[in-house]
Structure formats: structure tokens, C-alpha cells
């Protein structure tokens, strides 16, 4: 039985005549807007500090796969009406930087709703990310423009997927008893095939996928291997790779039996096999080891 299943500051040239004064008046021109500008900058560096960001400090990504960023922020209360669809989602690894030179630019369908303060970012190919610290920025067609330079989150990359959380993680159950065992795994790439399949939000805004097998524990079930596998799909094209982790059930009647056949028709000349299966008070499985002998007597 089996269970299967990512300050731009431009200087313009001009041609003035250089009379008496001007080129100390040109001096004075080009100084004061160096100032405004760098005030205006520190104003916004100032007005971001009094807004928060919560994101995961690390992120470890399936190289070649997809990758979730979970994200929320958010601003003081007079910049509420601030939050419109004009607003844009941009990430770097650079705390410095703007919509025009930053190296993420995801587009609306991969965020969140920012306008509810969701920048949860969704990348489909981990490969547009390096091995690096990203910063988030917020841009809208209005006052409100901030780079959130408080929190980052480093993004690491793995060859091997993460592991798989099968729940319980141990099997011992009397027969007759119903079963749900929960296989789960970290989202949005996996995917545990044809059986049933829920999508679960951490509290840290992480993506679970779960599957769930039930069944009722019979005898059949003692000592056979249970696993779940989940596939992680590249996007990149390199080839799939899979996650397993498994369980072995230990199914008891609770007491003393034994179930077989009671009739078995034989070929004389020919081997046979006794289907066999026995049980044993819960008090005396602890003495069920290697040392153990079976023997047949004719009654």
C-alpha cells in the first residue's frame, strides 16, 4: 500500500557665458539642489523607518524550482488612503534602490493584495534569484514610496528537497481501529499526485501541501511499509526530484490469536506455503526479537 504522492542625480551641460559672477552663481544653483535632493531622500529614509515589514529572515529554495516569499508590511495610519491599485511591488539585494534599477519586478499576478499590505511574492523560476539578502520596496503613483530596509531575508539555495512530515510518525493500533495518516509538504511546488491534496498558510505566511490516507488497520497492514513521496517539479527543465518518508505499522489484536486458512488444497510432490499471521498480548510484544523460532505440530 502505498501512499504518493520555490538617488539618481543627473548633471546636464550647458553652454553659458561666462561672465563676471555666474560661475559662483551656477555653483550656488547646482549645491541647493544637491541639497533638496539628498533631504528629500533622508525624509523618505526617515518616513520608512516608522513602517514595519514581517518576512522570513531566511529562505532556503530548491535550486531550479519555484519560490514564495511570504510577506506583509505596514504604514501609518495617514498613509492608508495611500494604498491604491497603482502600487507596485519591486525587490532587490541592494537596500538602495528604486523601481528603475531594481532587479525584481514582479508583476500584480505574483503578489499579494498590497493594497491589504499582502507583498507576498511568488517567483516561478528560483533562478532569477542569486544567493543573496532582498530587500522590498513600495511604489504608488502618489506620496507613498518606501524601500523597507529594517528586514531582509536571505535566500539560500538546496539540491536536496526539504523533508516531508509524515503525522503520526509511528503506527500502533489494535485492528478495526479507522486510520488518517497526514503526509506534509513545504508548498508551492510540491505536489503529492492523485491523492487528495489541501494547500495550508502557516502563521509565518508559508504554504503547506497535506495529503491525507485513510483506512482501517487490519493485519494485512502489520510490518508492510506505508510511504508518502512528494515530486518537486524544476522549472528550469532540469529533471524532477522527489521527497519519501515512510512508516511501518504495528497492527495487534490486543490479544493471543493466530489466522490462517483453515483448508489448503495441495499438488502432492509440490511445495506449499501456510499463510500465517499471529498476535500476541501488548504485555509480551517486547519479547518479540530475533531469537524467536516457529514450529508446526500435527494434532
Same mark, same amino acid.
Given at each position: 500500500?502505498?501512499?504518493?504522492?520555490?538617488l539618481?542625480?543627473?548633471?546636464?551641460?550647458?553652454?553659458?557665458?561666462q561672465?563676471?559672477?555666474?560661475?559662483?552663481?551656477?555653483?550656488?544653483?547646482?549645491?541647493?539642489?544637491?541639497?533638496?535632493?539628498?533631504?528629500?531622500?533622508?525624509?523618505?529614509?526617515?518616513?520608512?523607518?516608522?513602517?514595519?515589514?514581517?518576512? /522570513?529572515?531566511?529562505?532556503? #529554495?530548491?535550486? =531550479?524550482?519555484? &519560490?514564495?516569499?511570504? +510577506? *506583509?508590511?505596514?504604514?501609518?495610519?495617514?498613509f492608508?488612503?495611500?494604498?491604491?491599485?497603482?502600487?507596485?511591488?519591486?525587490?532587490?539585494?541592494?537596500?538602495?534602490?528604486?523601481?528603475?534599477?531594481?532587479?525584481?519586478?514582479?508583476?500584480?499576478?505574483m503578489?499579494?493584495?498590497?493594497t491589504k499590505?499582502?507583498?507576498?511574492t511568488?517567483f516561478n523560476?528560483a533562478s532569477?534569484?542569486?544567493?543573496?539578502?532582498?530587500?522590498?520596496r513600495?511604489?504608488?503613483?502618489?506620496?507613498?514610496?518606501?524601500?523597507?530596509?529594517?528586514?531582509?531575508?536571505?535566500?539560500?539555495?538546496?539540491?536536496?528537497?526539504?523533508?516531508?512530515?509524515?503525522? /503520526?510518525?509511528?503506527?500502533? #493500533?489494535?485492528? =478495526?481501529?479507522? &486510520?488518517?495518516l497526514? +503526509? *506534509?509538504?513545504?508548498?508551492?511546488?510540491?505536489?503529492?499526485?492523485?491523492?487528495?491534496?489541501?494547500?495550508?498558510?502557516?502563521?509565518?505566511?508559508?504554504?503547506?501541501?497535506?495529503?491525507?490516507?485513510?483506512?482501517?488497520?487490519?493485519?494485512?497492514?502489520?510490518?508492510?511499509?506505508?510511504?508518502?513521496?512528494?515530486?518537486?517539479?524544476?522549472?528550469?527543465?532540469?529533471?524532477d526530484?522527489t521527497?519519501?518518508t515512510?512508516?511501518?505499522?504495528?497492527?495487534?489484536?490486543?490479544?493471543w490469536?493466530?489466522?490462517?486458512?483453515?483448508?489448503?488444497?495441495?499438488?502432492?510432490?509440490?511445495?506449499?506455503?501456510?499463510p500465517c499471521?499471529?498476535?500476541?498480548?501488548r504485555?509480551?510484544?517486547?519479547?518479540?526479537d530475533?531469537?524467536?523460532?516457529?514450529?508446526?505440530?500435527?494434532?
Amino acid at each position: 500500500m502505498k501512499l504518493v504522492r520555490i538617488l539618481n542625480i543627473i548633471f546636464v551641460e550647458e553652454k553659458i557665458p561666462q561672465e563676471k559672477g555666474e560661475g559662483f552663481s551656477l555653483s550656488l544653483k547646482m549645491a541647493g539642489t544637491l541639497t533638496f535632493l539628498l533631504i528629500s531622500s533622508l525624509l523618505q529614509g526617515a518616513l520608512c523607518e516608522t513602517f514595519n515589514i514581517n518576512m /522570513p529572515q531566511n529562505i532556503n #529554495v530548491l535550486r =531550479g524550482s519555484c &519560490v514564495t516569499i511570504p +510577506c *506583509s508590511f505596514d504604514v501609518e495610519n495617514k498613509f492608508e488612503d495611500n494604498l491604491d491599485d497603482t502600487c507596485k511591488a519591486y525587490w532587490s539585494d541592494s537596500p538602495s534602490f528604486n523601481s528603475e534599477n531594481a532587479k525584481l519586478k514582479p508583476t500584480k499576478d505574483m503578489t499579494g493584495d498590497l493594497t491589504k499590505k499582502d507583498c507576498t511574492t511568488t517567483f516561478n523560476n528560483a533562478s532569477l534569484l542569486q544567493r543573496s539578502k532582498y530587500y522590498f520596496r513600495l511604489e504608488c503613483n502618489n506620496a507613498l514610496k518606501c524601500t523597507f530596509t529594517q528586514v531582509g531575508v536571505d535566500i539560500s539555495f538546496i539540491d536536496v528537497p526539504p523533508s516531508l512530515t509524515l503525522t /503520526p510518525s509511528t503506527l500502533e #493500533v489494535e485492528e =478495526g481501529t479507522s &486510520v488518517s495518516l497526514t +503526509c *506534509s509538504a513545504p508548498a508551492p511546488s510540491a505536489n503529492l499526485g492523485q491523492s487528495q491534496e489541501t494547500l495550508q498558510e502557516n502563521q509565518d505566511k508559508t504554504k503547506v501541501k497535506t495529503s491525507v490516507m485513510s483506512f482501517t488497520a487490519s493485519h494485512l497492514h502489520h510490518g508492510n511499509k506505508i510511504s508518502c513521496t512528494a515530486v518537486y517539479q524544476k522549472q528550469d527543465g532540469s529533471p524532477d526530484v522527489t521527497a519519501e518518508t515512510s512508516l511501518t505499522p504495528d497492527i495487534s489484536s490486543g490479544t493471543w490469536g493466530i489466522k490462517m486458512p483453515q483448508n489448503i488444497n495441495v499438488v502432492s510432490g509440490t511445495c506449499v506455503t501456510i499463510p500465517c499471521f499471529f498476535d500476541v498480548a501488548r504485555n509480551h510484544k517486547i519479547n518479540l526479537d530475533h531469537t524467536c523460532e516457529a514450529y508446526w505440530v500435527q494434532l
